[in-house]
């Protein structure tokens, strides 16, 4: 990511608007963008951040006054981050655990904030499960989603990576998405033993999926303002990842257009095989000539 910085100048120099799209997430929008603009010396503001969550905020629509249960780790910043979104009524599986212990009788509860005292479970169930990240405590979340998802509340999830690439050098690790890839397995294994054979559906955010890509659209849209939708006649998906990032921009189409780099999970000396990027250069570095190489022809 050594040429990040110059690339991001570069593109705030000819007036570029650009987003940062990540399969991360469990933070508010605004704590990374100051991270990332501390580490690239470029300021970047939490409207330009999409994480694989950032487009859950079109569900506050549905479900503003609804209890949502939260699934993934570090509950107290999920928590913050559903009110901020604006989820009335947020509820962490460790909050959910508390009010019933059989529900996972290998460990006690652990301690977490109250409930809202106008907010009676036994009264006004669950109305959909958020999938925020992956746990840290995989067991009891598995059993509690199994159970939610048992009655037939929606899921929604933003846990995408199944493997990512890390600072081991053994291979890459296990990524957020690896979490559904169970929950999948053993919710289809408890229908098959009820005999019901109902297999695990829900709406799933992050790259390569179609929800984030068309929300990020939107809000380039957005900050071009009132010609946003003619003004789009490129739109550069940069990326290192061949199953997300350039799989996600080729399948929305135009105005998409992937930059496939050998900086990351990509190695090859030509193109990914079987999710090939329009254009691959050695690092995001050489996205400033495609750029203005396209410019010059418009």
Known sequence: MSAAPDVLRGLVERDVPFLVMTNGGGVDESVRAIKLSERFGVEIGADQIIQSHTPMKDLVQKYANDPVLLVGKHYDKLAH??????????????????????????????????????????????????????????????????????????????????IYAAEYTGGPRFGSGAFMTALQALYDELSSIDGDGAKLSYVQYGKPWSVTFSYARRVLEKKLGSSGANSLKRVYMVGDNPETDIRGANDAGDPWFSVLTRSGLFQGDDNHPIHPGAAVVDDVGGLLKLVDDFEATC
């Open 81 to 162: 981050l559903a009110d901020a979104y604006g989820f009335r009524y947020p509820v962490t599986v460790e909050q959910y655990h508390s009010q019933t212990p059989l529900l996972y009788p290998d460990m006690e509860p652990v301690e977490s904030p109250p409930l809202p005292r106008d907010l009676d479970l036994s009264k006004t169930p669950i109305k959909a499960v958020l999938a925020l990240t992956d746990p840290i405590m995989w067991g009891r979340e598995l059993q509690i989603c199994c159970d939610v998802l048992r009655q037939g509340v929606p899921l929604y999830s933003s846990c995408a990576d199944f």
